[in-house]
């Protein structure tokens, strides 16, 4: 089983940047594929980023690519998104995920956080 807590989140204006981190416990989380995905208000929750247990393979959704970072430290058990040249349409609460592999598919994670809202102000 996997614990997870977000933290970073906050209020930041367009072309900021913020970073997000999850901090995991459980004995499987190296082992773990790690996602980042986010739920705007009104809206689906939707994938934002996602990476392999070693840190080897990175994915990102369309609209962040180029402006996110995914990546994680298996030794200190966290996951840590960067958020660079950030937009309105960026605002949403982020919720890291764990899985048995990097997976777009929410249905692929069965373990969440309970999320870290990030506002970007216009």
């Known amino acids: 089983q996997v614990h997870l807590v977000e933290s970073g989140g906050g209020l930041v204006q367009a072309g900021g940047s913020l970073g997000l981190s999850c901090a995991a416990s459980g004995r499987t989380f190296s082992s773990s594929a790690m996602g980042w995905f986010r739920q705007a208000p009104g809206k689906e929750r939707e994938f934002v980023a996602a990476?392999?247990?070693?840190?080897?393979?990175?994915y990102y959704a369309d609209s962040v690519k180029g402006r996110f970072t995914i990546s994680r430290d298996n030794a200190k058990n966290m996951v840590y998104l960067q958020m660079n040249s950030l937009k309105s349409e960026d605002t949403a609460v982020y919720y890291c995920?764990?899985?048995?592999?990097?997976?777009?598919?929410?249905?692929?994670?069965?373990?969440w956080g309970q999320g870290t809202q990030v506002t970007v102000s216009s």
């Open positions: 995920a764990a899985g048995p592999s990097a997976s777009a598919t929410m249905r692929r994670y069965d373990y």
């Open positions: 990476i392999s247990w070693n840190g080897g393979s990175t």
